[in-house]
């Protein structure tokens, strides 16, 4: 597995490029990226969504939990979605952008792949693989990233977070994506040995990158299942990494993030043992 990762690690002085063998209409798993808040990309997933007809959907905003408890009866109404998966409480941008997904495919089975808070508080101070479970190996979170990779990914959770997080937390951020990458790419390959192909996966454009995020997991677990994903970019900027095809929509106005960013505490060091 190390042998891929410094492959594509050779590959990433491009900041975005297209896979040569991409077609959503033709695969099996099909990730459609995002900015989270912008509603012309979600409804171009939900356009999408509609013309693949999936069996199942994958929601990065989601919990397993979550999934598990949406009927048939309770997609057919925005509101009651909505509060059954206390989606207010939630942080994600307005329902009403998601909704439409939702309705696009009444008949898809629904999963979660938000990862789980006890894994990420776990990542401060275990083995990837040991928080992951015995999958682990898949999604090459037995081993360590190269360390241009690693460096390359630390500076963009630099960058994501304001250029305000301490040094000392950033490999910890690289795990909890790697963890998050892994979690979305054995969803939705669960999915689709449960029901068969198409599934879609919604999800950010950073998850759904193919150089590195969990459309490549999914490949590197299953090279058998044909993988293909969508990045959305805003005003002709693409976004960051590679995809296997790329549209566009009108940017949306946007606060300063980092006006107000507050950067978290370096985890406590484990007490000593006596």
Known sequence: MMRILLTLCAGLAASTAFADDGDLYAAEVVFLGEAHD?????????ALVAELDPTALVFEMLSREQATQ??????????????LLGWEASG??????????????PEAAIYGAALPRDEAREA???PLAGVFGPSAGFYGLDEDLPPQMQAMREDLQMAAH??????ELLPMMVDIQRLRDARLAETA????????????VIT????????????????????????AALGQGEDGAAPDGTFDLLEDSPSVARQDRCADFVAPEP????????
């Open 92 to 105: 994600w941008p307005d329902f009403s952008m998601y909704y439409p997904i939702f309705e696009a495919a």
């Open 204 to 227: 950010g454009n950073g998850h759904a990158r193919t150089d590195w995020g969990a459309p490549m997991l999914a490949r590197m677990a299953a090279p058998e299942v044909r993988v």
């Open 70 to 83: 949406v009927r048939a009866e309770d997609r057919a109404d925005q509101a009651r979605l909505e509060a």
């Open 162 to 167: 304001c250029n305000s997080l301490p040094p």
């Open 38 to 46: 912008n509603p012309g990309h979600h409804a171009r997933q939900a």
């Open 267 to 274: 985890p406590a060091p484990a007490a000593a043992a006596d």
């Open 124 to 126: 401060r101070d275990a």
């Open 189 to 200: 390959l669960e999915a689709y040995a449960i029901h068969g192909g198409p599934v879609v």
